[in-house]
């Protein structure tokens, strides 16, 4: 699955990427990512949710936490808030 990543912890302007979803569990999400990645960084991760809200309604799922292990451009981050959203309007149907 693709993501989206905004460092929380950076500097105005805050760093933002995008990579892809190797594992996740209740706790943390392993994923790559365009940039390498240091320990400690606040992080929240949206990611594109596979399945739409009543058949239509494109989904993300919202991640914030912290980077617990590096290794260049991969890294694992504990969750600590989660929640769904929106990812604007319906999909149209052709």
Same mark, same amino acid.
């Given at each position: 699955?693709?993501? %989206?990543? @905004?460092?929380?912890?950076?500097?105005?302007? $805050?760093? @933002? !990427?995008?990579?892809?979803?190797? /594992?996740?569990?209740?706790?943390?999400?392993? +994923? @790559?990512? /365009? $940039?390498?990645?240091?320990?400690?960084?606040? &992080?929240?991760?949206? &990611?594109?949710?596979?399945?739409?809200?009543?058949?239509?309604? %494109?989904?993300?799922?919202?991640?914030?936490?912290? &980077?617990?292990?590096?290794? !260049?451009?991969?890294?694992?981050?504990?969750?600590?808030?989660?929640? +769904? $959203?929106?990812?604007? !309007? $319906?999909?149209?149907?052709?």
């Amino acid at each position: 699955m693709g993501l %989206q990543y @905004t460092v929380l912890s950076s500097p105005a302007p $805050r760093i @933002t !990427g995008e990579g892809r979803v190797v /594992d996740v569990s209740r706790s943390g999400v392993r +994923f @790559t990512a /365009d $940039r390498a990645m240091v320990s400690g960084m606040n &992080i929240e991760l949206a &990611i594109q949710w596979p399945v739409l809200l009543d058949g239509d309604v %494109q989904m993300q799922l919202v991640l914030s936490g912290n &980077i617990v292990w590096a290794d !260049g451009n991969e890294a694992a981050m504990e969750i600590v808030r989660h929640e +769904f $959203r929106t990812r604007g !309007g $319906r999909l149209k149907v052709v």
